[in-house]
């Protein structure tokens, strides 16, 4: 006799645990899918506040830019150097050099009653000078030492006596031979001990390393030459 095949069938037990196994598939798709979703959203947010950050700072760097002044520095000496310059808005009319070779130094001076004589400016010829062709007279001329740009006579405690100085003046090249060197604290005034019979230089300017004095450079013409 032939045997007749038994189907075998599935305990409810069976299909609740594959059914649940499927729900935990499908379920676990979802939940990546959407965490995958959520994380674009936050890329494309953080992002985007970055790229506004972005555009934020550099129209703010443009503005910055365009309202600053156009300030071409010439020589700049930002400090600790002297070669820094403010810009230049206005005509410098020279009517003098003063050079000293040994530290080179070659700065123009201007007339004493010129707006721009100013020692925040340039180096300053004092009202009570003299100028050098001017027989048995003194002039005087006083600079910034220490930092900036406007620190031109920052060098000259390097100048020792029988240095040279050269002024050139109206087409001549006038040539002083420093004398004398001394100290004198600061007190708004300077005294000068010169030589009255002889036509001199005078310059001072700040002591070197020393807040609380200035020093006097006492210098007497030895030559003049036509330029």
């Known amino acids: 006799m032939k045997k007749k095949k038994e189907k075998k069938s599935i305990s409810s037990s069976g299909v609740a645990a594959l059914a649940s196994i499927f729900i935990i598939i499908g379920g676990f ?34 503005t910055k830019k365009e309202d600053e002044p156009n300030t071409p520095e010439e020589n700049k000496t930002e400090e600790p150097e002297p070669t820094t310059s403010p810009t230049t808005t206005y005509q410098i009319n020279y009517i003098g050099y003063l050079e000293i070779p040994k ?11 010129d707006k721009d ?3 925040e400016k340039n180096i300053y010829v004092s009202p009570n000078s003299s100028y050098p062709d001017v027989e048995k007279g003194n002039l005087i001329i006083a600079g910034h030492s220490g ?13 020792n006596k029988d240095d040279l100085i050269y002024v050139t003046y109206k087409n001549k090249k ?54």
């Open 29 to 62: 798709f979802i939940f990546n899918n959407f965490l995958h979703s959520k994380k674009i959203i936050a890329y494309d947010y953080m992002a985007n506040v970055f790229y506004e950050k972005a555009v934020e700072e550099s129209k703010k760097e443009e």
């Open 147 to 159: 930092t900036g740009w406007k620190a031109f006579f920052n060098d000259l405690y390097k100048l």
């Open 117 to 119: 004589n100013d020692v």
């Open 174 to 227: 006038y040539t002083y031979k420093i004398d004398n060197i001394y100290k004198q604290n600061k007190s708004g005034k300077i005294s000068i001990y010169r030589d009255y019979e002889k036509n001199t230089l005078t310059l001072v300017t700040c002591t070197n390393n020393d807040s609380k004095t200035q020093t006097v450079y006492i210098a007497y013409l030895t030559n003049t030459q036509d330029i």
């Open 103 to 113: 530290i080179n130094l070659k700065k123009g001076f201007l007339d004493i009653n």
